[in-house]
């Protein structure tokens, strides 16, 4: 089964990283109650740490990850083999500077590289939970990662940095535990997910819930829907480009061949890129977690958890906010970082925006960006 | 069979429709070359015609459909029982005005609703084409169209008019046989699909080769795919509508029960609507037809076929020029239609050019606009 064979890697893999973090996985014990009105009756947070928590415990950032990201912040992913997602941005001297900070990464609730997830073992049956796991919202997964902390012994964080669906959880984490968070930055972020955003999910969804391998969920142990995650997850890939980055990119350019084949091969480099996309998520990624990870991701909205108006969740707040967004970004556009500030300033909190272009679409918050590193760096530098 | 209880039904429309006009199909003999490099024995092309062809045969209006329309332009659709796609657009006294014009629509070559395609008969087998039908383009979609009118008997086109893909058709149609269009109208379209364009196609097409009912394209008398399809529709459509069209539509607006069920189904309007719009199309369309009339838009490149220079396609026309565009289509945005009038200005033709406002992206072409009314009655009017 190939999470079987993901956690045996994910063991071996671990002393290779001995150097740079911790490999590390807690279960907590004691019911954990959901936004939903269910529990879990207890919780797996899988989760990587890098640098030192200093002996004050002042120095710990909390870096949230996306849809389909994970702990391997900046260690190397051991399914894949590849470094990690933020590697350019956490480590000793870089803009999230371990030599300083004490960073901590975990696995979302919900999701499938250890943390709690529709894979995980119901201890009530002995097997998977697939479609029996309930379904788990943003502020569920901030409430697993302070349950985290709380084990940790982390009273409060020097920051929480998140980008895409951990920018969410960043602000979840700003509202939801004010007094436990210094500063905040959102990236590339939103405070609710839209009617397009709600749309191409359930694309995805329904892509996965049409394989017939999927079979309500209940595929452990057998074949995962392969076919129906990956057109999933090309459907949601197109939406982290920007057009006019797909133009410069691969343009109408055809395959080595160089010619039309009149055919349904994949002609143009842009359709044998984004099959690869697809499959090669299917090595990584769990499609019940995808269609649970989604699910909070469209519940997500942060206004209607406090009567309806955004800056309501940030009334009387300490914290320090800086909220970053990109150009080109149609996914979340700078238009939602902007009504994001807009609440924080009319809630009276210390907020910063940053606007900044790139040809590179939502996915810009990954890729190298100079003027993002001066931004990381110059805020959580400024007494973070 | 689901392709034969349609064709059933078509029959028995063409009754009530004959006030509209004719339901009429046309087998045309001799081999049918294509861009491909192969050829068709035969073809079949089924058309609708509205008004009375004049003694010289003057007043001919071609539109061209989109990818997912038909020849039912303003009678009533055989299988879905709806008005026709443009009966806003086409009629006695609309700005298409059927008291003067004479205006025909063909169903595209590779299509479903009674000219060949995949579904049709090969004549050499006996059996349906389904994958071994040849790959065809834009340009043999009208070539299919050409061949139509020298069977009616019309030598020269009073206007040739598309929206979407009907809008490459007719740049294709000016571009292929100038001396035949006196006038041409091009709407919310492009003279090729980009990068995004193709992707979107890609997913699509993945959908559908992924469910197992496709078989290869082997379905005729047996399952159709119909879940694939329906994805692929759900993708596709999310491009038709603009991010704002759809939060002004649906927002986050919940369905009737009014709460979160904390479940998979249909809790947001907006999910409940894509999956109707998937379900519903599968019932009028064939998966094989979408997979070969997205290749062709897919190919589509006008430029490319003049030597990479899209103004060569104009060279020395006569055809007047009329292209317009929404402001909120971001499948073919406006920057597309100004390439367009940008290579007509190049190549010396008589070009006009309209952005119109819409909140409703790409869809706005196929709704109410009296602006795009007025455009068009004017451009038919002065001279056509």
Not at 328 to 346: C, K, Q
Request: aromatic share 10%.
């Amino acid at each position: 089964m190939r999470w079987t064979i993901g956690a045996t890697l994910r063991i071996a893999q671990a002393m290779t990283d001995a150097r740079f973090g911790l490999d590390a996985r807690v279960t907590l014990p004691g019911a954990f109650a959901l936004d939903g009105g269910g529990e879990l009756a207890t919780i797996d947070v899988a989760y990587e740490t890098y640098g030192t928590l200093a002996a004050d415990r002042g120095n710990a950032v909390l870096v949230c990850h996306a849809l389909t990201g994970d702990q391997y912040l900046a260690s190397t992913h051991p399914r894949t083999g590849k470094p990690g997602w933020w590697a350019r941005m956490v480590g000793p001297g870089k803009p999230i500077d371990t030599d300083r900070l004490f960073v901590i990464c975990a696995n979302v609730l919900g999701s499938c590289m250890g943390s709690s997830g529709p894979a995980s073992i119901d201890p009530a049956s002995g097997r998977p939970y697939a479609m029996t796991f309930p379904v788990i919202t943003i502020r569920d997964m901030v409430r697993a990662q302070a349950a985290l902390l709380d084990h940790l012994g982390i009273a409060r964080l020097s920051a929480v940095v998140g980008g895409s669906m951990g920018g969410m959880q960043a602000l979840s984490w700003a509202a939801t535990y004010p007094e436990r968070v210094r500063a905040c930055v959102v990236i590339a972020s939103a405070a609710r997910h839209s009617a397009q955003n709600i749309a191409f999910h359930e694309v995805g969804r329904q892509a996965i819930m049409a394989d017939p391998d999927w079979r309500g969920g209940d595929y452990y142990g057998g074949t995962p829907p392969t076919a129906g995650l990956a057109v999933a997850r090309m459907a949601a890939h197109i939406t982290y480009l920007s057009e006019a980055g797909l133009t410069a990119k691969f343009g109408r350019k055809l395959q080595a061949r160089d010619a039309k084949t009149f055919g349904f091969d994949a002609d143009f480099q842009v359709e044998s890129y984004l099959r690869h996309q697809g499959l090669a998520f299917t090595d990584r990624f769990d499609a019940n977690s995808y269609l649970y990870i989604t699910r909070a991701l469209d519940y997500f909205d942060l206004a209607e958890e406090h009567g309806g108006v955004l800056a309501n969740a940030f009334l009387g707040t300490a914290t320090r906010f800086c909220v970053v967004g990109f150009d080109t970004d149609w996914l979340y556009p700078t238009s939602e970082s902007r009504t994001i500030v807009h609440a924080l300033n009319a809630a009276g909190a210390r907020a910063s925006f940053v606007e900044l272009r790139s040809p590179f679409g939502h996915d810009a918050f990954l890729l190298d960006s100079p003027e993002l590193d001066r931004v990381m760096a110059g805020f959580l530098g400024a007494g973070a």
